[in-house]
């Protein structure tokens, strides 16, 4: 009679065949690096899956008078290690899959970079471009009301996302102080630096997003004068990582929003492509730049491409054109695992998305950290920190892939697993 394999059973569960399901993706990654680690089956029954979830219906009175009611989402990831942490995204299309996979990215994220929390990550259903200030925030303090006995500084800690910002998080700790009876400022992050905030917190995702990729071209023997840089995004992380690259002399031939992008070969000028933005709201019509659609734009040859937008930018479809040496992800699950394996076979060096973006989860923790001592760290304090973190992440993050003959991004799930793993294993989680 065969053996039982509580493991394999467990994988045949979860694991579908949706490419694009970010949660099946994020399954698949663990899977692999489970598997190569040799992970307890009992360990990684407990591992894979969130330890909650919540669905919450939030009415809102709009501006019209009438009432409507929104649903929400808090994943709790894990907690071996810490308070959940993570970012809450407002959008039309953010599901309970995509907010567990984020949640279980929010796990591997801290652990790869060695920051002693836990992952979380919320979602409302709704389209903040189409709401008004008073609505949104009528929306966020009852999510957060509701969330109430879930999150705190000892258990979960939210932070801004897609959609989401500093006003948002001001929001949400004014609601949760408001129910405690006093400030409790360390209940999210993100927050602005007059509330409690971190300076270099908003830079800090697109600062490790260069950092890595100030590590990674040493590999290729380059210099940043000497580097071509593709960025999808002008966000928080496409933007401020572009234009903190662009202040150290790399060259950046691409960018794009949503709606597309615009190419310069001999390079753009960012700051000015940042103005424009804003000032435009749009990138079309820049001068002295080429547009490029979304998709062309991530086959432009160079030497790094930054995914810095969405999720399942890179599958099965495109990964074969995709023409640069490195790609450090910005974005969380920008690539696909099948995307993933061309890519390996093509010879492109991934900084993976849970070390890439893992630079404001850090400097978040730093945050939370400041708000707890009630003492706050120069920038410059800030930025020396996040850098020794993440040059150190990426050292030994290399070092495993090169000792197990593994690809980039296992060796992050490994490094990942093992720590969640043995923590899970001294705390008894599970006896
Ligand atoms: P943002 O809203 O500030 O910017 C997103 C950018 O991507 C915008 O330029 C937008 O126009 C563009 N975009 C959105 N959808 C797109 C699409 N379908 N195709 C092409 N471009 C699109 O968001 P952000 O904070 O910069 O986050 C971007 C990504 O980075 C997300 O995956 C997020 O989860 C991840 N991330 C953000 C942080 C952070 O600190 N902000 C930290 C870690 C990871």
Request: glycine share 8%; aromatic share 8%.
């Amino acid at each position: 009679m065969a053996k039982a394999n509580p493991m394999a059973d467990e994988m045949r569960r979860f694991t579908g065949t949706d490419e694009k399901n970010p949660f099946e993706a994020m399954s698949e990654r663990f899977d692999r690096a489970a598997q190569l680690l040799g992970l307890d089956p009992d360990l990684y029954a407990v591992m894979r899956v969130p330890s909650r979830e919540l669905k919450v219906y939030i009415p809102v009175r709009m501006d019209t008078g009438h009432i409507q009611v929104f649903e929400g989402f808090r994943v709790q990831h894990n907690f071996a290690r810490g308070p959940a942490k993570g970012g809450i995204r407002y959008a039309p299309d953010v599901s309970l899959d995509e907010v567990k996979a984020l949640s279980a990215w929010m796990t591997w994220k801290c652990a790869v970079v060695n920051v002693p929390f836990g992952g979380g990550k919320g979602g409302i259903i709704c389209n903040p471009q189409q709401m008004s200030l008073g609505e949104l925030e009528r929306l966020t303090r009852r999510y957060t009301a509701e969330l109430f006995d879930f999150i705190g500084p000892d258990k979960d800690v939210p932070a801004p996302d897609m959609n989401t910002n500093e006003q948002t998080m001001a929001w949400i700790m004014d609601t949760y102080s408001m129910h405690k009876g006093y400030t409790v400022n360390a209940v999210v992050t993100g927050k602005p630096v007059a509330l409690g905030g971190s300076l270099g917190r908003r830079e800090a995702t697109g600062r490790g997003v260069l950092f890595c990729v100030n590590e990674a071209i040493k590999r290729f023997n380059l210099t940043p004068e000497q580097t071509s840089v593709v960025v999808q995004g002008s966000g928080n992380v496409g933007g401020i990582g572009a234009e903190l690259m662009y202040n150290l002399g790399y060259k950046i031939m691409a960018i794009s929003d949503v709606h597309g992008g615009i190419y310069n070969k001999n390079g753009l000028n960012i700051p000015e492509v940042l103005k424009y933005l804003n000032a435009n709201k749009t990138l079309e019509g820049f001068a002295e730049a080429d547009r490029v659609s979304n998709s062309e734009l991530l086959e432009i040859e160079c030497d790094v491409l930054a995914p810095c937008a969405t999720e399942n930018q890179i599958t099965s479809e495109n990964a074969h054109k995709i023409n640069c040496k490195i790609m450090a992800e910005g974005a969380n699950g920008p690539t696909t695992p099948k995307a993933d394996k061309i890519l390996f076979d093509n010879g492109v060096f991934v900084i993976p998305d849970i070390l890439a973006n893992a630079g404001g989860v850090t400097v978040s923790y730093f945050e939370w950290v400041q708000d707890r001592m009630g003492y706050f760290w120069r920038e410059d304090e800030v930025n020396q920190r996040l850098e020794e973190k993440m040059v150190a992440s990426f050292n030994e993050l290399c070092a495993v892939a090169d000792s197990h003959n593994v690809d980039t991004r296992t060796a992050a799930y490994m490094v990942a697993i093992e720590r969640v793993a043995y923590d899970t294993r001294m705390r008894g989680i599970y006896a």
